[in-house]
DNA sequence: GCTGAAAGACGGACGTC
DNA sequence: GACGTCCGTCTTTCAGC
């Protein structure tokens, strides 16, 4: 993982769709070596997979909120069974366990407020282990997901 | 944004470096109006890109943190002054405006816990307009960006 | 770094439902 | 109007040298 290395991630981050001529050309760098890196930094795992940013408002997503999450045990099991469920709701899309107060930070999305209200109630509200659920709208992406720095 | 737009949109934000014949094959059309479709998709916008994801722990980010930002004043100047300054920062990764107190959310990745707390003293503390600030580790990413549902 | 064979991208034309 | 099946050419990939 030298500055080479992380050029080339740079760059696909900003787009996961660069030819290897065209990402060779960006750092500088003739094809071969390039295609030899990249196809190093894929089965190493520093490249997870690719992926297409889809508009949520194309989708009809339109409503995000954040959902704060207090289980009422801390046990193992309580755990391990709150995020194999969570995990399994689609609307939810990121999840985070946190130290402290409150356990989980969830990214939710969904159509509208009516839509949310429905997912808050008869989904996040029954996910096993739960004591105490706290939400908040988000009304601006400021940074949408940015690429990792250097 | 019929049934066949959604399922395109799925395939490729599962994986998006899909070929237009894998593509095509995945959603049991043939590829000449899957290739029409998808060029529609990306000219309207509901595509709006494609990214590598990568293993933040490959670029030696292993900690990542939520900050809780309170404004001082709510005027338009000190809203935007704030914005811009913070979409500034690289290691902010996500930044989120709230409905009620507090005023945003930031998620932030830095190399350590002593990086963090450079990054929280010498540029998140001084981001214009800032109050307040309050944070919290993140423990674990139990679902981490998944796509949106349909 | 270069080469060559195989695969894919991309647009067009045309017939069908 | 959208799909399917040809077609052509150009570009890209990827292994071997």
Redesign the interface.
Known sequence: ?DAMD?KI?TE??????LTITELAARVKLSVSPCHRRLRDLER?????????????S??G?DF?A?VFVTLGWEDRDTVASF?EA??AV???????????DPD???RV?AADLTAFQQLYDQQLARLPGVQRLNS???????????????
Chains 1, 2 share one sequence.
């Open positions: 993982m992380r991630l696909l981050q900003m787009d996961g769709r190493s795992g520093a490249i997870r997979g690719y992926r297409a940013v889809v508009d949520p194309a989708l997503l995000e954040l995020e969570v995990a689609p609307h939810v899309l990121q999840a985070q366990r946190l130290f402290g989980y930070l969830l999305a908040t709208l988000v009304m601006k992406n400021v940074v949408a997901n940015r690429p990792l720095p250097d």
